[in-house]
């Protein structure tokens, strides 16, 4: 029973670690892309990486071009 306790107790910690030291990852420009037309549908004309934001240029169904920041850790917009 002792053994199965710091077995489960090892997994435990090596479980928690791994998340504090994982890397963040980062959203893709298609997934930025998406994030943006969740909240304005229309065509995307580009995506642009500018330091920690993507702004995904998106042209709406009036015709009016509208720049929607989308940031690039968490994918939300800004």
């Not at 928690?16 to 030291?21: A, D, K, L």
């Not at 969740?38 to 995307?44: I, K, S, T, Y």
């Amino acid at each position: 029973m002792k053994t199965l306790i710091k077995y489960l107790c090892i997994v435990f910690i090596l479980m928690v670690s791994r998340n504090i030291y994982a890397a963040p990852v980062n959203i893709s420009q298609q997934q930025a892309a998406s994030i943006a037309q969740q909240v304005n549908a229309g065509r995307v004309l580009g995506v642009k990486r500018k330091g920690d934001t993507y702004q995904v240029k998106i042209l709406l169904g009036n015709g009016e071009v509208k720049i929607i920041q989308v940031d690039v850790s968490s994918g939300k917009i800004k």
